[in-house]
């Protein structure tokens, strides 16, 4: 069932490619803007300030500065992607067709976001666990690069099994329909097995996108890593509607 779910997404998106590309045309591109704009207009080149308020030498400026410009680009990238996801859903679902500016929704928009939020801090808290409970135990290092790519793809896969499991919650939100992430968990008990495969194909996918700029010449990493990361977003969107499809609305794969 994992391969025809994946054939079902990526048939999903082909037949969709245009609204897709409606969808999320404008709202990345203002994404990518207005971060601009407001890293110029905090005196940063890209996102270097919060990187080094994280964890540079930027002393206590540096470090409240940083702080702040993370929180801002991190509410700017979910209401973005709660915009991108809400109308992309109600064209899955609703067949309500988007324009080149998609239509702006605020209620289901921070439904979507709050969704969001809530599967970033839980899956941000099992990483934590993880790193602190289970890393000191496995040998990574001692494997080389191999242990690399085992824990790229164990965790990254463990994580997206869960996380596609839960996912149904975002197109519930952006329907007006929500789902509590229980509700979601046992929704999806009847595709747990499924899920494993397409779990495991989203992490070799996810692999894919850390090696990828290292290998295309330099100058080209950073434009290629854009329209495949993108490409990778309404893939995970196509994804998510089939599984919302099944899993909860009782339909088909065709």
Do not use: C
């Not at 048939?11 to 110029?40: E, Q």
């Not at 702080?67 to 709660?82: D, H, K």
């Amino acid at each position: 069932m994992a391969i025809r779910m994946i054939l079902h997404a990526v048939g999903l998106l082909l037949r969709n490619i245009v609204p897709a590309l409606k969808v999320a045309l404008v709202p990345m591109a203002l994404f990518w803007l207005v971060t601009a704009a407001l890293s110029g207009a905090m005196g940063m080149y890209g996102m270097g300030l919060w990187a080094m308020g994280f964890g540079g030498s930027g002393g206590l400026a540096g470090s409240v500065m940083g702080s702040s410009a993370g929180l801002i680009f991190g509410v700017l990238s979910l209401v973005f992607e709660a915009w991108i996801g809400v109308n992309w859903f109600r064209w899955i679902f609703r067949e309500e067709q988007p324009g080149w500016l998609p239509a702006f929704d605020w209620s289901l928009i921070s439904g979507y976001m709050w969704q969001l939020f809530l599967l970033g801090i839980l899956f941000l808290v099992l990483q934590f666990l993880y790193d602190a409970a289970i890393v000191p135990l496995v040998p990574y290092d001692m494997l080389g690069p191999l242990g690399f790519v085992l824990d790229v793809v164990v965790v990254a896969g463990a994580m997206a099994w869960g996380r596609l499991r839960l996912s149904v919650v975002l197109p519930a939100a952006a329907l007006g329909r929500p789902l509590t992430l229980a509700d979601a968990w046992q929704e999806t008990r009847p595709q747990r097995f499924a899920l494993i495969g397409v779990a495991v194909a989203g992490a070799l996918g996810s692999l894919a996108l850390i090696v990828a700029p290292v290998l295309l010449p330099a100058g080209f990493g950073f434009v290629s890593l854009s329209l495949v990361s993108a490409l990778s977003q309404m893939m995970s969107l196509a994804m998510v509607a089939t599984l919302y499809g099944v899993a909860v609305e009782g339909r088909r794969l065709r």
